[in-house]
């Protein structure tokens, strides 16, 4: 059997990416192909322990380095339960949120050394880079609004990032932007300001130039 694909959708606090990931499974499942939806933190169940600390307001007092270091503690054990396991299967693995955000949110927002993050990550058996990132860029005062009503709408307490200051948000989709320009192979930068159809057919225009290359380096 064939490895399978990993794609990841990245962003600010309410750019859309959870809503785009639903829409890109069910366009794949209509090309006839077995998807596996997942996401960070929160993708085992061991990671979502790890995601009520990380998100609840209750959880205030955590410092930036073990915040990251649970995110990355999170990734690790998300990898080798879910992630690998489903590539080796031949599924797409669609992942909401990745490595991306930690460099995003610890690295270039709490200003955790960049260097060290990428030490831990590059020195592990677990590592593994996706083949394709989508980034879904919005204005942080957009995002943060639209985040905030859905979080009250649903009652749900994962409202911790979303509390913090607009020049941190600032400061987060600043890093991912600038991960998008080092890593344009990889990377696909998407306004995520339009309608969700019009977002959701660059999705898939993303996706399909990528099936498009792979195939054409694999026949090459």
Not at 28 to 48: K, Y
Request: aromatic share 8%; charged share 25%; net charge neutral.
């Amino acid at each position: 059997m064939k490895p399978g694909f990993f794609i990841t959708f990245e962003g600010i606090e309410g750019c859309g990416k959870t809503t785009q990931l639903k829409l890109a499974a069910k366009w794949l499942e209509e090309q006839g192909l077995t998807v596996c939806c997942t996401r960070e933190p929160g993708g085992t169940e061991l990671g979502m322990h790890i995601r009520r600390l990380l998100l609840s307001e209750k959880s205030s007092g955590l410092t930036p380095l073990s915040e990251a270091l649970l995110y990355m503690a999170d990734r690790f054990h998300h990898i080798t339960e879910v992630v690998r396991p489903a590539l080796e299967a031949g599924q797409i693995v669609l992942c909401d949120r990745y490595h991306d955000s930690t460099i995003a949110y610890q690295g270039y927002a709490r200003k955790i050394s960049l260097d060290f993050l990428d030490s831990i990550w590059k020195n592990s058996e677990s590592v593994l880079e996706p083949h394709l990132t989508l980034l879904l860029d919005l204005e942080p005062k957009t995002g943060l609004e639209r985040s905030l009503q859905k979080l009250a709408a649903q009652q749900i307490d994962e409202s911790r990032f979303e509390k913090e200051a607009l020049e941190f948000h600032t400061r987060v989709r600043g890093g991912f932007l600038t991960l998008a320009r080092e890593n344009q192979n990889r990377i696909r930068v998407i306004d995520a300001s339009r309608a969700i159809d019009v977002v959701h057919a660059n999705v898939v225009d993303a996706i399909n130039t990528f099936f498009n290359r792979s195939s054409q380096s694999t026949q090459r």
